[in-house]
């Protein structure tokens, strides 16, 4: 299973964490520019969340959305994200 994490500059600290954890269970984490994989991670925040709501929704890869929106308002990104991460995901 390939698992990736969509490139968003304002989230690369996330990035590098998630990805810290991931290889220590096993797992590589690849940037991508859009979706692509089995499984995709998006850290959304209330300014990038409506950029990248309909690319969630509509990608055959199953979505994992965190961050700051996700955690505020994740009945709203439950309704277009396969899994929902509140709080800290790393």
């Known amino acids: 299973m390939k ?10 600290n996330s990035y ?17 520019k859009e979706p692509a994989g089995d499984v995709i991670c998006y850290s959304l925040n209330s300014i990038n969340e409506p950029f990248l709501k309909n690319e969630i929704a509509d990608t055959d890869c ?3 959305a965190g961050g700051p929106h996700a955690t505020a308002c994740y009945q709203d ?10 709080g800290e995901g790393e």
């Open 62 to 64: 199953i979505t994992i």
């Open 77 to 86: 990104v439950a309704a277009y994200a396969d899994y929902v991460i509140v």
């Open 16 to 32: 590098a964490t998630l990805y810290a954890v991931c290889e220590q269970s096993g797992f590589i984490l690849h940037p991508v």
């Open 3 to 12: 698992f990736n994490w969509r490139l968003i500059h304002a989230a690369r």
